[in-house]
């Protein structure tokens, strides 16, 4: 089982994929965090640094090549207690229906 104290951030702005991952990751254990921005994101980052990121790229105000730029280089977070951030993206193709 996974040690509960790993917090996960899942970014993205669809309320649906978002809000099913996290559904996901909490009933294998996983403490998650969500945010539906990068916003959002920096903001719940400084309650609690996340042990990994799972964003979207593409999301309005600011995407999921800026939030981890941002998040790395801003000198009030505590990210130097975690030498590498793990940051996976999530991207959700659709086919095209004939």
């Known amino acids: ?6 917090e996960i951030l899942i970014v993205d702005d669809e309320d649906a ?3 099913s991952l996290a559904l996901l990751l909490q009933s294998s254990g996983y403490h998650v965090t969500t945010a539906i921005n990068g916003f959002d994101a920096l903001l719940r980052s400084k309650i609690e640094v996340p042990a990994v990121v799972i964003s979207d790229l593409n999301m309005p105000q600011m995407s999921g090549f ?3 730029a941002i998040l790395t280089r801003s000198p009030r977070r505590n990210i130097s207690l975690r030498p590498s951030l793990p940051f996976c993206t999530l991207v959700v193709v659709q086919r095209a229906t004939k």
């Open 17 to 19: 994929l978002r809000n």
């Open 66 to 68: 800026e939030f981890p």
């Open 1 to 6: 089982m996974p040690d509960p104290k790993h």
